[in-house]
Nanobody, 130 residues
């Protein structure tokens, strides 16, 4: 079992920055990759970014982003602390959403599909407005 807890959400003006964090606990060795999703008002949940480290190559990480946030957002991980972060800059009103951290046990689905993830955090709200 894996538990995920997000933090760092809040309100910010357009053009501002915000960093979200996700702490993973439990059987973290079972995680194949992790991602961030978001769901804005009246919109469907969408994949924002994902990250994984290839087996045998712990010094290298592969990152993936939705076109709508690249290059404004950066996903990173601290394996020693079991933490994944999402650094957001130049925020726009359309970035307003509930942001969720998620973990997948295996590869097989597209990274941006929520059905490929088995563990989810409770979500953290991000509001971008002037």
């Amino acid at each position: 079992q894996v538990q995920l807890v997000e933090s760092g959400g809040g309100s910010v003006q357009p053009g501002g920055s915000l960093t979200l964090s996700c702490l993973a606990s439990g059987l973290t060795s079972s995680i194949a990759y992790m991602g961030w999703f978001r769901q804005g008002p009246g919109k469907e949940r969408e994949g924002v970014a994902a990250i994984f480290t290839a087996e045998g190559t712990p010094l290298y990480a592969t990152t993936l982003y939705a076109d709508s946030v690249n290059p404004r957002f950066t996903i990173s991980q601290d394996n020693a602390k079991n933490t994944v972060s999402l650094q957001m800059s130049n925020l726009k009103p359309e970035d307003t959403a509930m942001y969720y951290c998620a973990a997948a046990r295996r590869f097989g689905e597209r990274w941006y599909l929520s059905k490929g993830y088995q563990y989810w955090g409770q979500g953290t709200q991000v509001a971008v407005s002037s």
